[in-house]
């Protein structure tokens, strides 16, 4: 008879901290890259910001601009309780996905100002035209590759691919 895994709070934390770092290194407010990976580690469909708080050991205060930041990018939603003032987040459902979504708009605009500096800096020809064609053309790539890649996902997670 086999014994079910036993959750590591410890090692959760550690990894939410990691996590958070990483994501921080990356451009994240901090706080909001620790609420987003407590919330996708509890076993809790949802989380009110009182229970955030405390499994960071914050005040509740400091769950809110996390919260809004997470909303606003559109990895977390939050749910009214009935009859209640009071608010519960969960993850967005395929949150990693609508987000990729969501940044094609940037990745387009990276390119069209890459392609400017390109005829800015003289053309392709020229050594600071070149690294900012270098630029341009990935990020082109990536715009044309990203559709194949997310249907390919979306095939994948619905059971269909292999």
Known sequence: MSQAPRRD???IRDFVERMAMM??????????ARVLFVIMCADERSLSA????ERL???PAAISGAVRYLIQINMVAREPVPGS???R???VDDSWYEVTIAKMTLI???AEAADQGVAAAGGPDTPSGARLAGMRDFYVFVQEAMPDLLDQWAKRKAGLDG
């Open 9 to 11: 709070e410890e090692a």
């Open 23 to 32: 994501l921080a290194d990356w451009g994240v407010p901090r706080m909001a």
């Open 50 to 53: 009182g229970e955030l708080a």
């Open 57 to 59: 050991g914050v005040s």
């Open 85 to 87: 003032r009071r608010d």
């Open 89 to 91: 987040y969960r993850l």
């Open 108 to 110: 387009k605009v990276l």
